[in-house]
């Protein structure tokens, strides 16, 4: 399955340090994304990196990729308590139809 | 700028009742369109996908039927519910004129009692 995996399940910080999370595959990809829910709403999509990419940045976050180890991470910088949120990453293959994992909850303590 | 609507918002509804929602899109043509479900503190799985007018792929073998009857309207719809289709349903929009990228509705909370 190419179903992404993130760990941990729930990651609980204080204001201004940084979230790590990470992302686990099983079959070659043609691209990742991640996304992120507010509870209660849809998902908004953050950042998408290709299978030839290693890394990218966009504001706070940093999105790193690893095909050989089929894996991936999401690093939010300096937290804030609006980051509190579920985080998810998603697969996709030659369908480019992504196929999403069970997610990182978030709390941001102020 | 494009945007996509689902309603209704929320909705409760008894066992062996019919079920209609519907999801539309503005400001993009031919979009890819989609249907999630998402249970209590779990993913998303993804139910059925479009890629144009009438044309309808399940992933999931279930109660739900699709259907796309306009570019931009996809509905997902039941002719008896079951206490299992709980949950949040989403729409997406996305394709490669989104650079494969989707883009959500605000979702329907179901509950079915």
Same mark, same amino acid.
């Given at each position: 399955?190419?179903?992404?995996?993130?760990?941990?399940?729930?990651?609980?910080?204080?204001?201004?340090?940084?979230?790590?999370?990470?992302?686990?595959?099983?079959?070659?990809?043609?691209?990742?994304?991640?996304?992120?829910?507010?509870?209660?709403?849809?998902?908004?999509?953050?950042?998408?990196?290709?299978?030839?990419?290693?890394?990218?940045?966009?504001?706070?976050?940093?999105?790193?990729?690893?095909?050989?180890?089929?894996?991936?991470?999401?690093?939010?910088?300096?937290?804030? &308590?609006?980051?509190?949120?579920?985080?998810?990453? &998603?697969?996709?293959?030659?369908?480019?139809?992504?196929?999403?994992?069970?997610?990182?909850?978030?709390?941001?303590?102020? | 700028?494009?945007?996509?609507?689902?309603?209704?918002?929320?909705?409760?509804?008894?066992?062996?009742?019919?079920?209609?929602?519907?999801?539309?899109?503005?400001?993009?043509?031919?979009?890819?369109?989609?249907?999630?479900?998402?249970?209590?503190?779990?993913?998303?799985?993804?139910?059925?996908?479009?890629?144009?007018?009438?044309?309808?792929?399940?992933?999931?073998?279930?109660?739900?039927?699709?259907?796309?009857?306009?570019?931009?309207?996809?509905?997902?719809?039941?002719?008896?519910?079951?206490?299992?289709?709980?949950?949040?349903?989403?729409? &997406?929009?996305?394709?490669?004129? &989104?650079?494969?990228?989707?883009?959500?509705?605000?979702?329907?909370?179901?509950?079915?009692?």
């Amino acid at each position: 399955s190419q179903q992404g995996e993130e760990d941990p399940q729930a990651l609980s910080i204080q204001e201004g340090e940084n979230a790590t999370m990470n992302c686990s595959y099983k079959t070659s990809i043609n691209n990742l994304q991640w996304y992120r829910q507010n509870s209660g709403r849809g998902l908004v999509h953050l950042i998408l990196i290709r299978s030839n990419e290693r890394e990218k940045h966009s504001g706070r976050l940093r999105v790193t990729l690893d095909t050989s180890k089929k894996s991936s991470s999401l690093l939010i910088t300096a937290s804030r &308590a609006a980051d509190t949120a579920s985080y998810f990453c &998603a697969t996709a293959g030659g369908s480019y139809i992504p196929t999403f994992g069970r997610g990182t909850s978030l709390i941001v303590h102020p | 700028s494009q945007t996509i609507h689902q309603w209704p918002a929320t909705l409760v509804q008894p066992v062996g009742s019919p079920l209609s929602l519907e999801c539309t899109v503005e400001g993009t043509s031919n979009p890819n369109l989609y249907w999630y479900r998402q249970a209590a503190g779990r993913g998303l799985q993804l139910l059925f996908y479009s890629v144009g007018i009438g044309q309808i792929s399940s992933e999931v073998p279930q109660n739900l039927s699709a259907s796309r009857p306009q570019d931009r309207q996809f509905i997902l719809s039941s002719k008896k519910l079951l206490l299992s289709d709980s949950g949040f349903y989403l729409c &997406a929009w996305g394709g490669q004129v &989104a650079g494969n990228e989707q883009f959500f509705g605000p979702g329907t909370r179901l509950t079915v009692l």
